[in-house]
């Protein structure tokens, strides 16, 4: 099978001291920690999209990257030979999940039901793909944004024709995803937003929305799909303004639609930074509402106002993330998904592999960084003690609804309070997270 | 009574051609649009603290006003001193609505007590004075981030009896604004939110935070209070992290505690900018979720990454907010109300006066403009036109819930659909409204 | 000749009572205004590569518009055929001036010999085409970004030969300008700059760019070129960090280089913004320098951190940055070129008219507005009479060298002196403006 | 002398076991590097303003901090007092500098001649402490920002009297830096700018500041001072706009007034985040024009855009930043000064330890990580590899100007050249540094 990557090896584990750059120095994939490996915890996928069908072009500039599976007879051909190259590439990597839009797969076709017959013909591929290499998949999404159909959005389109089109190939990605045992269904709104207010209403468009995910739920149900469904957020890019903004935004709408029990978010680094968030805030937000389901790892440009889906190299911003993940009970059905691209002049083919390894690498280490700050317990503990006078009487009383703006107001007043603040230490956290960072 | 502003005459409206600084060009209180008279339509309103309590200091630099009425023989008498500016101020500009702070108007003390009787005796000079002048309480609202005793939030503090101070504060500040007529009140949390997730329990504080807004909503019907319940969203600044971010996320915290019918946005123009968005987003999205309350209308400055609160002059942005507030029935209990402070170099007395003159004015003209964009109707039937297809069977259908993605698949699939994408126009959008602008 | 923009009319100025979208309601390029025309004033430009090079795409969508212009049997022929509906739109629009750059109006073909053959024949048929029409050329320029080769860089490449070959197009670019008549020849250096620091010798890349502006510069007076040559800042899009980062940037490197009497700056807003100045900043600090050459005409959105390149609609800015050019003396050989694009959803062939027709409506009546400030001159003799003192003696003093912090220091504690700051009266001087504006 | 700090004991280095809060982890001063020890490498100081001057407030809040020097009989009593609980803090904490703004140190009193007659005694006892314990002063500067006085700027005031003003005020800090044995004096332009262009001349200004820095040059060699001077850039905060926006818009400042030889710049990590670069890119770019001085070493708050002046904790970052510093010969007589304040709500006074503990061992393990970097030569051969072809005929002849654009252009042609780009690796790059951060 070894044609698109001969001069690369199998990536396996070779510890810190290793000097060899196709070589894993901190993810040692069935080492234990808390009870489960570092394959499961950290349940790390590849995308299909950045890697196997983005040819390097930026808005200013023409592809540089010249791939084998590009070219081939035939758009089914070249959908095969991407698939050998994907599945070659994911095997020497030695990850365990992939991910995939329907057309990142499979050619569009000039009509529905080209799309159709391709859509089903590849995933019969894939299918044996994964039972060959033993590859899962993390998730499936439907691209709803690209074809110039979309330009003015999918399922918040003003034209019912276009929502329709776009149901029909999330009923398809779907159904692919079902009968690849996916993890989760994925469904990001990139054109579901604005470009301009004066041709926008937006109560209707939002009801809209609100349809569809209800519809998408309601199939999920009826096809016995058990995975997670996940809308992944983000404030603009492509459109001015998109409907998902971030976490909080969402979970509004989940509400508004009685969805919150029945879809999670997977979170995206670079979507929290720019949508003003620090990526850590994002996570911990999600966590705190109970909407955690996946995580697209990886990592924006502080300076840039655009998604560069950059690798993670950050240590020190993942393990906070994944001290907090780890808090509220690690992945479930989701996983860290490098939703990330090479940059554009990082041309060699090998240049995916040494992406893939720094991030590996990078995740590992902050899951052994934030699993002994869990063991450590020295951050849960200050911050139980932090909210400590909560648990007495006047907090329980104040939470169970005991009392009033006019009960709290005669306590006060009665008792002449005076509270004084205490500090919040934030420095000697700050040091503490360094301690178990930098040992 | 006038001896601050001596040199300033009472603010009249002279029309575009005057070259009286200290004249209205544009704003004829009088003068009726569409039924109502720019008073009503506009109520404007100037606030207490940017004028008479600030002094002129930022960050790096000490207070460069000098007031007269900052300087009395006590805290009471140079309250009553304010008082007296404030008025005269509010009188010769010829504004039709005032807002406050508790302890803008009425001095702290050094215990709960002293305050509640400072706070009763000056709502008891403010009685008089709106009495004496006609003035008008647009909102009441309590400061609840200044002190000390708030550096860790006030709902949200760590301790539950600093909780009960702001309780407290809140309790009188809400029973003043009903002793004043007031016709709303606005809760702003300034300090509630983060400033490191390290040391905070973003699900705790959330709950605190819902009750006590619960508490807030009972007491308002305890009281008898009619006004309006207003939530001031601001995404940081003072902290890294405030939990009103913008109204997007209001909506979903009223929404998770049963609040959504009970209290609704009050909007600055400066905070939805901080927060990533334009102000006419922030706008649409409270009117498209039925939860437009009152604005604060200032600007800010676009290379700035904090709240400058500069008095709004661009007659192109207002005419849009102006727009929008009018498609949505126009103000009911809230207002324009000018959360705006002088430059720090504007040290002499009568920029006060500048200040809100332009202000004003910009406002006066933004909402003849946008009166006529809603008789022109130009924009409202483009809308309409551009969603009409949604009125027919398919439409209506899908969000009546009686299609499904299966179903939706099938009339795709079997129809051979291929639905083409049409402009959006948005430049000739544009063009209409300039026209509307520039007569 | 008319085949492309068939339903178009030739655009006329109709006056602000019009309400045909065809027509100008403020773009009058006869009327005089301070003894010149609109036109002689403003000399406005459309683009070649937005207009009728870029389909429609954007990062995360295929190509929206269809133009008949993109299809024809050959490469040459379809040049030819986009020359065709280039000028009939420059003509039909009645814009006086254009601009390209060389594989706009070009094909790039398979070598650097084809490459020239192409040019040399297209500029012979631009020729014609400006004789017939009138139009003329404001700037020509060369592509040396989009093309893989230069991913890393023109000037500033890792690779000599890519910095010869890019040095090859800018000769045949200039060359192209000066047979063309253009009045400038720009240098946009969008991939002058770095990706990764990592990789980068800032050192080395910035001699390399000094030099081949120099040879820039010797080749203008070789060929006895009389334009202007100009430098276009960008902070960052597509790379990282560019060198041409901001006109204070741009400077630095003039003047290190020993340029900044051969080069001035084009200044485009969109990239002004993107540089987090006002556009009005870099308009006036170019100004202040003696650097001012020409203006990129358009708009970015306040939300979006890339180049939203927008057709400019905001008179409010316009009036500013046209009372500063005003000031300066006004446009000599540079002028207001549009580099603006339709948004993608915008695919009729008129949608490029709205967006001419509102600039130039929009430059137009800034243009009337800031005449009148400059008639007026209410701001000016603010500013003289604030810096009034620095034509006494001490201040003239100090300027001409007479004076030290030993003597000043004497001077302060001799004289005891405690100069006091008066009023820097921002809100009235706001007023003035939009008293100007809105009429 | 112990009275302040009585319950904190004398920091030494522990060692990364250590889990006394009070102990460095990283920081061995005495610990030989390339030949220098860590204290001779890192030239640590600690300010004066931020630790002993302020007191907790923000924008929206009053003084949170209750430190006991704040209260004394007298202003030079309570300088005194400051002064002791400075030195014994510094000591305490094993720092070799610190740094100070003349109002930090000493009173300003009523008038020049106070002023003049406190400094003169407080730098008597500074001179005292200093030979006591051994504490070298890094930099000292004046404050010609905070006084109202200066609200429209120092040099760049419309008044010359206050430029007069200011130029005593640096007349007598830079005597003192000279008395002191200063190792740099510093100009912080915090005033230097413009709040609206609409009442600034911006090259009056700018002349005005040229002369005033020319000034200082000439005062530092009549008065035999040998230290360096010192720019502070800021791209705005407190003014809209400073003068010294970044490192580049510096350089063009000093060529203009010839005085690039003689002024280097003092970068602060939270100034160039908020100028829209990355702190690497700042400290790179000094380094490229050999205008490197000194760091104000600090970490911004990403989301935020204000200067936030935090510890700094990431190792990630100052491992870069220590690299270019080494690559560039190391300091002179800069050194890393910690511009660095608590967070409002650390009230304790041990707060100020944990901060500078943290942020010492961050820059010590950042030290250690960066000599195996400059050891290691895995990124410098990478870069040197990478331009080595501009060492070639074709390179060389490039620069040294035999080169034009007709020679390059005939070199291309003739020779059919294909120059073909190749990977920047940066992926590979980024894997090599992490493997030099995490052991
Ligand atoms: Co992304
Ligand atoms: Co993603
Ligand atoms: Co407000
Ligand atoms: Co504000
Ligand atoms: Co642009
Ligand atoms: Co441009
Ligand atoms: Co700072
Ligand atoms: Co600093």
Not at 34 to 50: I, P, Q, V
Not at 262 to 272: G, R
Not at 348 to 376: C, P, Q, W, Y
Request: with cysteine; hydrophobic share 40%; aromatic share 12%.
């Amino acid at each position: 099978m070894s044609e698109f990557f001969d001069n690369v090896p199998f990536v396996k584990f070779e510890g810190v001291d290793s000097t060899n750059p196709f070589a894993f120095k901190h993810y040692d994939a069935k080492k234990v920690l808390l009870g489960k490996t570092m394959e499961e915890h950290l349940r790390m996928a590849a995308c299909y999209w950045h890697n196997f069908c983005w040819q390097g072009s930026d808005v200013f500039g023409a592809n540089t990257f010249e791939r084998p599976w590009y070219k081939a007879d035939s758009e089914m051909a070249a959908a095969k030979m991407k698939a050998d190259a994907a599945f070659e590439f994911f095997t020497k990597l030695g990850i365990s999940y992939y991910s995939f839009h329907d057309v990142d797969v499979s050619p569009e076709g000039k009509s529905i039901k080209e799309y159709i017959s391709n859509f089903s013909a590849m995933v019969d591929v894939l299918q044996e793909k994964q039972e060959t290499t033993g590859m899962k998949l993390l998730w499936g999404t439907a691209n709803a944004f690209s074809n110039p159909r979309y330009m003015s959005g999918a399922a918040s389109n003003p034209n019912p024709e276009i929502f329709a089109y776009a149901a029909t190939q999330v009923f398809h990605a779907m159904n692919a995803t079902h009968a690849l045992k996916g993890q989760n269904y994925v469904l990001w709104g990139g054109r579901e937003g604005y470009e301009t207010l004066l041709n926008t209403d937006l109560k209707r468009e939002r009801a809209q929305l609100g349809r569809f995910m209800q519809m998408v739920v309601e199939h999920k149900y009826k096809i016995g799909f058990t995975g997670t469904l996940l809308i992944e957020p983000k404030p603009a890019e492509p459109t001015k303004h998109q409907y998902d903004y971030d976490t909080a935004t969402v979970y509004g709408f989940l509400k508004e639609f009685g969805l919150e029990k029945e879809i999670k978010v997977n979170i995206e680094a670079n979507h929290a930074t720019l949508a003003g968030h620090s990526f850590h805030h994002e996570i911990a937000t999600a966590c705190s509402l109970g909407l955690l389901g996946s995580v697209d790892a990886n990592q924006g440009d502080a300076q840039l106002g655009w998604d560069t889906d950059q690798y993670p190299t950050s240590v020190e911003e993942y393990t906070l993330i994944t001290y907090e993940i780890l808090k509220a009970g690690g992945f479930q059905s989701g996983g860290y998904m490098f939703d990330t691209k090479l940059r554009r002049q990082s041309t060699n083919l090998e240049d995916l592999f040494h992406g893939h390894i720094g991030a590996m690498d990078t995740l590992a280490l902050s899951l052994e960084r934030a699993v002994k700050m869990i063991e450590g317990e020295a951050l849960s503990k200050y911050v139980d003690q932090r909210y400590a006078k909560w648990n007495d009487e006047l907090g329980t009383g104040i939470l169970a609804g005991k009392q009033s703006l006019a009960s709290l107001a005669a306590h006060v007043t009665d008792n002449d309070l005076n509270p004084q603040p205490v500090s919040g230490q934030q420095e000697m956290l700050e040091n503490i997270v360094n301690g178990y960072i930098y040992r």
